[in-house]
């Protein structure tokens, strides 16, 4: 973590937490049922991690997204998703949550009044109602460089994205995610870059309530 921050730093990339389940062996990428009080608690614990670790090296945290199952879950889990929302609140009202355009994330920071930025996939497959294509599925995780720029075209240009079943799917969305763990992800990356240039589109971190939005 302390690396990854210092990185960030030497590039001018913005910080945020990737809070999941404690579940290393399984990359955080299987289903785990907690109450929402030890949701709330394992995001709050999350946070603090990587905020003393950026505090020492005079960075502040931009965003939280959440990572693998635990983000799957919250996508259809308004239960959940409010649980996050509380465990982020508790830490910095201000935080910024990213998660999946129309997902019970987003329907949860409506009614909680809390900032959020609805995110598009540029590597991942979509299935006909919004959600993604799960990994255990063949072609969920796109790979190929050109399939990857028609996505973040299609999304640019027409806010929609193809499905696995062959219909369009509407997203309204600010960011896009592309997955570090994906085969090729710094190849892709520049790739997805490159795109968004073309269609002159800029890329920005997000701002930060009481340090970027204070007059100089």
Excluded: W
């Excluded at 290393?24 to 990428?29: H, K, T």
């Excluded at 896009?176 to 920005?204: I, K, N």
């Amino acid at each position: 973590m302390r690396a990854t921050v210092a990185l960030a730093l030497r590039h001018g990339v913005a910080i945020g937490a990737h809070p999941g389940f404690a579940d290393r062996q399984g990359f955080g990428r299987r289903p785990v049922h907690l109450t929402a009080d030890q949701v709330a608690d394992l995001v709050l614990y999350q946070l603090g991690a990587l905020q003393a670790i950026a505090r020492a090296q005079g960075a502040a945290l931009r965003h939280v997204k959440p990572h693998g199952a635990l983000y799957n879950q919250a996508e259809t889990d308004d239960a959940l998703a409010v649980a996050i929302i509380a465990g982020i609140r508790a830490f910095d009202p201000t935080l910024r949550l990213v998660g999946r355009a129309g997902s019970a994330m987003q329907r949860a920071a409506a009614a909680m009044r809390h900032p959020f930025t609805a995110e598009a996939f540029a590597d991942r497959a979509y299935r006909a109602d919004g959600s993604l294509l799960s990994r255990s599925e063949a072609h969920a995780v796109l790979t190929d460089p050109d399939e990857v720029a028609h996505q973040v075209r299609s999304l640019v240009t027409d806010g929609e994205v193809a499905s696995n079943d062959g219909s369009r799917v509407a997203i309204a969305f600010e960011t896009l995610c592309l997955h570090g763990d994906t085969p090729g992800s710094a190849s892709l990356a520049a790739r997805v870059r490159q795109e968004l240039s073309r269609l002159g589109v800029s890329v920005s971190a997000p701002r930060l309530m009481g340090v970027d939005t204070l007059p100089p």
